[in-house]
């Protein structure tokens, strides 16, 4: 038996306690949890094969209430003595897509983003906001199955574009390959068809809560997106970090959104709506370009969550909605690229290079922490991706 010491200022401290899939030499991935630097196997710890699972998708199908009973149950097991076979050092783990992914949408939930594209693709239109925008959190269904963990290198997508000097389009590599630095929320109990998530039932569907970066080819993406929205601009990759924070641990960190004008229809409506405390950190191989903060969101969590169902749609479990860009009112704020630039007008400066979008060999990293109780902060982990050729 072993007390596990967390290292002064980690984020990932007994407030903490996210979920995640690893496996060691020789072995099949289980479920477990992070304290400090060590990994701690939850079949070991708990004594429940629910946790010898390759994913978190059969315990979070047990619903709400097994979460807070096995949330309450880890923290008072990791305060203690653990049993050594059930402790792992991280650096000696491989760590793994913690979900199922079962179906994916994508948000668009930042006003400070979606205005300024809006600048950017429809200059001197007076509302840089469609007119839908503050009425509906405007999505787009993307593909589950190009979800990857953090650590997956991510090829270059090719497909059509046309620039705007182009008699035609043409095939080939994206040229304006670039990043969305984002927030992803994982349903771990689902809706079943023609059933309505309301706004206020959201956090008994809503398990955790993870970072999340939609990589996206402008090029390509600009071409193809109308009058359907995007398609292969953004269903090549999307990048996840390993380790699911449960919703459960965010209570510190829950703050109201921005204003909402006008007031959103009945189904939207909330007494208090509610957004994260989140600060991500995007860097750019190793420099750090943009500190996007998720409080700046319009939409919050559960409007997405409710909007996503009112028609009667189904929800799973392993499902994950994302937040779409998230930006602020700054330059140094903004989750990206093509809003970093200006479209590539206005480089940046990386590792003394003057750089736009993505080459390859680069690598971004986005990683995100939150409040926790009494002062504490809690980590998300890294969404890490380098770009590798294109293979057209």
Same mark, same amino acid.
């Given at each position: 038996?072993?007390?596990?010491?967390?290292?002064?200022?980690?984020?990932?401290?007994?407030?903490?306690?996210?979920?995640?899939?690893?496996?060691?030499?020789?072995?099949?991935?289980?479920?477990?949890?992070?304290?400090?630097?060590?990994?701690?196997?939850?079949?070991?710890?708990?004594?429940?094969?629910?946790?010898?699972?390759?994913?978190?998708?059969?315990?979070?199908?047990?619903?709400?209430?097994?979460?807070?009973?096995?949330?309450?149950?880890?923290?008072?097991?990791?305060?203690?003595?653990?049993?050594?076979?059930?402790?792992?050092?991280?650096?000696?783990?491989?760590?793994?897509?913690?979900?199922?992914?079962?179906?994916?949408?994508?948000?668009?939930?930042?006003?400070?983003?979606?205005?300024?594209?809006?600048?950017?693709?429809?200059?001197?239109?007076?509302?840089?906001?469609?007119?839908?925008?503050?009425?509906?959190?405007?999505?787009?269904?993307?593909?589950?199955?190009?979800?990857?963990? *953090?650590?997956?290198?991510? =090829?270059? @997508?090719?497909?059509?574009?046309?620039? /705007?000097?182009?008699? &035609?389009? %043409?095939?080939? #590599?994206?040229?304006?390959?670039?990043?969305?630095?984002?927030?992803?929320?994982?349903?771990?109990?689902?809706?079943?068809?023609?059933?309505?998530?309301?706004?206020?039932?959201?956090?008994?569907?809503?398990?955790?809560?993870?970072?999340?970066?939609?990589?996206?080819?402008?090029?390509?993406?600009?071409?193809?997106?109308?009058?359907?929205?995007?398609?292969?601009?953004? *269903?090549?990759?999307?990048? =996840?970090? @390993?380790?699911?924070?449960?919703?459960? /641990?965010?209570?510190? &960190?829950? %703050?109201?959104? #921005?204003?909402?004008?006008?007031?959103?229809?009945?189904?939207?409506?909330?007494?208090?709506?509610?957004?994260?405390?989140?600060?991500?950190?995007?860097?750019?191989?190793?420099?750090?370009?943009?500190?996007?903060?998720?409080?700046?969101?319009?939409?919050?969590?559960?409007?997405?969550?409710?909007?996503?169902?009112?028609?009667?749609?189904?929800?799973?479990?392993?499902?994950?909605?994302?937040?779409?860009?998230?930006?602020?009112?700054?330059?140094?704020?903004?989750?990206?690229?093509?809003?970093?630039?200006?479209?590539?007008?206005?480089?940046?400066?990386?590792?003394?290079?003057?750089?736009?979008?993505?080459?390859?060999?680069?690598?971004?990293?986005?990683?995100?922490?939150?409040?926790?109780?009494?002062?504490?902060?809690?980590?998300?982990?890294?969404?890490?991706?380098?770009?590798?050729?294109?293979?057209?």
């Amino acid at each position: 038996m072993t007390t596990v010491t967390v290292p002064e200022g980690s984020l990932f401290g007994p407030s903490n306690l996210p979920y995640g899939v690893y496996s060691v030499a020789g072995s099949a991935p289980r479920v477990a949890t992070r304290l400090g630097d060590a990994v701690v196997d939850l079949a070991v710890l708990l004594g429940d094969e629910v946790f010898a699972a390759p994913t978190l998708n059969p315990f979070m199908a047990q619903g709400h209430d097994r979460w807070v009973a096995v949330r309450r149950e880890i923290t008072e097991r990791v305060t203690g003595d653990v049993p050594d076979e059930a402790l792992h050092d991280l650096a000696d783990v491989t760590l793994h897509l913690p979900i199922d992914v079962a179906d994916y949408v994508d948000f668009y939930a930042s006003e400070h983003h979606a205005a300024n594209l809006g600048r950017l693709f429809r200059p001197g239109n007076p509302d840089p906001l469609m007119p839908n925008w503050k009425h509906l959190p405007v999505g787009y269904h993307g593909r589950a199955s190009s979800i990857v963990v *953090s650590g997956t290198d991510v =090829v270059r @997508p090719c497909g059509q574009r046309k620039g /705007a000097d182009d008699p &035609a389009p %043409v095939f080939g #590599p994206s040229v304006r390959l670039d990043i969305e630095a984002e927030l992803g929320f994982v349903v771990g109990a689902g809706s079943a068809m023609g059933e309505r998530i309301p706004v206020e039932d959201v956090e008994r569907h809503v398990f955790g809560v993870v970072v999340f970066n939609d990589w996206s080819a402008r090029d390509i993406q600009a071409w193809e997106y109308v009058p359907l929205g995007p398609n292969l601009g953004k *269903s090549f990759a999307s990048t =996840v970090s @390993p380790w699911v924070v449960p919703l459960l /641990a965010l209570e510190a &960190a829950k %703050v109201p959104t #921005p204003v909402q004008d006008p007031q959103p229809l009945p189904y939207l409506s909330m007494d208090r709506p509610w957004g994260l405390d989140v600060d991500l950190s995007v860097r750019w191989n190793g420099q750090e370009v943009s500190r996007p903060p998720y409080r700046e969101m319009y939409w919050s969590p559960a409007q997405m969550l409710a909007h996503l169902t009112v028609n009667g749609a189904p929800s799973r479990t392993g499902d994950v909605f994302a937040s779409g860009t998230i930006s602020g009112p700054a330059k140094e704020t903004r989750g990206a690229f093509i809003e970093l630039t200006w479209g590539g007008a206005e480089p940046v400066t990386v590792n003394g290079e003057q750089r736009t979008f993505l080459e390859d060999g680069d690598e971004v990293v986005i990683t995100a922490s939150a409040p926790g109780p009494d002062g504490t902060r809690l980590g998300f982990g890294e969404a890490r991706g380098r770009i590798l050729p294109a293979t057209c």
